[in-house]
């Protein structure tokens, strides 16, 4: 592990050659993308799957004066006409961050000289995602967009419990964290491979070419066969994706979804909301008795019109049978308060809902965030209050007014006009604290998020009112 970070600090050092040309993290490690493939290529058998001419050693090589030029024509030939589909993925729409020559070559430099003999297939994997790790824990980079941390993922997991067979998708894969982690799951469940007609499958989307890049190297990197689609699932792009057993996400946060794209029809509840509509795609799009767990900020949880009518449909649809309010702090790049829904699609399009389990793990928690980040152990009790049934169906125990796991009829959320977002504890901290400037930063965002909110909300109704030319 200490070879590992090591080596993850040395790829890391090299962005301050590119800070000067104004070069983000998050473009950065799309950059590396394109060079560490070459490099992890030239280190074992996957080479063949470059053409002579174009692998790294040629380019290490080279000693012409152009060298961005020759980099250049590199990347395009790649996602152009290499003979393997995986690598013209991950060249497809190739630009540079580069500008000088020389900066090219310092990097390269640099990468060629790290020793990477030693280290497997799966170690370079966990080296790349400590490279994501890395760019999500600078709030300039923009890069909580796809990043989950890892302990959420592991855990959401563990709860779905994916099997050999189920078709798991992500549609918003981002940089793939779920997908991995739902196939190294099922790999540690069995000794044996499963049968052909068995085997795990994987699917995701992803709206940003950068991140798709992202993906596919990070899926290569752990051998995950997956069939990565680079498109917009609240578009008609969502038709090539198929139904799945197991829906794991964490859409992308943000405001007001704007596109001339065309948008799906078969949302009962158009909506500008992104989150609202990401919803509606991974409920409606699930097999009969498919389970899914999304991440979604508070505002999903209690927003009027648009908002409570999907709420209500998800309800009548949909098994809702657990939510857990996460801890303020987990998505410090976005500085939003997030939760987690876990639900099953039901057979009948109504009545699924009979009631659901909260569990507040955000009530009297510090403020998570860099300087102390979400870990496994913070999870441990509300997996234990999950049980072991994926759908929820283990044996559960309300724990009453001072306890952190509750259950709510359907009676009970009806009366609260179908809003989710339900807190019982009282914040033992107190009114006078000084809070710390992240989760100041938290706290007043998501007063900005709220608003939004409410905007995006009346934006919606006005839109519905406003007849058809």
């Known amino acids: 592990m200490a070879v590992q970070e090591n080596i993850v600090q040395r790829i890391w050092s090299l962005c301050h050659i590119l800070r000067g040309d104004g070069v983000s993290y998050h473009q950065y490690i799309s950059e590396l993308t394109y060079l560490l493939f070459l490099r992890i290529a030239a280190t074992n058998d996957s080479e063949r799957l470059i053409p002579v001419g174009y692998r790294w050693k040629d380019l290490v090589e080279y000693d012409g004066d152009d060298l961005l030029t020759h980099y250049r024509d590199v990347l395009t030939f790649l996602g152009g006409h290499a003979p393997d589909e995986r690598v013209r993925k991950i060249y497809a729409f190739p630009t540079t961050v580069f500008s000088h020559s020389e900066n090219v070559r310092a990097v390269i430099d640099g990468i060629d000289k790290l020793d990477l003999s030693a280290i497997s297939t799966d170690a370079m994997g966990d080296i790349y995602e400590g490279l994501i790790a890395r760019n999500s824990q600078d709030s300039r980079s923009g890069a909580g967009q ?167 449909d998800i309800l009548d649809r949909c098994n809702l049978h657990t939510i857990v309010r996460l801890p303020v702090g987990i998505f410090y790049a976005q500085s939003v308060m997030t939760n987690v829904l876990f639900f099953s699609k039901g057979d009948t399009e109504t009545g699924n809902t009979k009631g659901t389990w909260i569990y507040d793990l955000r009530s009297n928690m510090p403020a998570l965030g860099r300087k102390q980040p979400l870990r496994a152990d913070h999870l441990a009790d509300f997996e234990r209050c999950f049980g072991g049934d994926p759908l929820g169906a283990s044996p559960r125990e309300d724990l009453g007014e001072d306890g952190r796991f509750r259950y709510f009829s359907r009676a009970d959320i009806e009366a609260r006009n179908n809003n989710l977002d339900i807190s019982w504890l009282r914040d033992a901290s107190s009114p006078t604290v000084v809070h710390e400037p992240e989760e100041l930063i938290v706290i007043i965002n998501q007063l900005l ?16 009112k406003v007849p058809a030319q």
């Open 146 to 312: 796809y990043f989950t941390p890892r302990a959420l993922i592991d855990s959401i997991v563990r709860l779905v419990s994916p099997s050999h067979g189920e078709l798991i998708q992500d549609p918003a894969v981002g940089s793939g964290g779920f997908l991995i982690a739902a196939q190294e799951y099922v790999t540690r469940q069995g000794s044996k491979p499963p049968a052909v007609d068995k085997a795990i499958r994987f699917e995701g989307m992803e709206i940003e070419k950068g991140t798709f890049r992202i993906c596919l190297m990070n899926a290569f990197l752990h051998g995950l066969n997956i069939k990565m689609v680079l498109g917009d699932a609240l578009t008609t792009d969502a038709a090539a994706l198929s139904p799945p057993d197991v829906i794991l996400a964490n859409p992308p946060f943000g405001g007001r979804s704007g596109t001339a794209r065309k948008q799906r029809t078969d949302f009962r509840f158009p909506t500008a909301n992104k989150q609202l509509a990401f919803l509606q795609h991974i409920y409606l799009g699930l097999k009969a008795g498919g389970r899914a767990a999304v991440v979604l900020p508070d505002n999903v949880l209690f927003e009027e019109g648009v908002g409570r009518k999907v709420r209500e």
């Open 449 to 464: 998020v709220d608003a939004m909110g409410q905007l995006e909300s009346l934006a919606d109704d006005l839109d519905a």
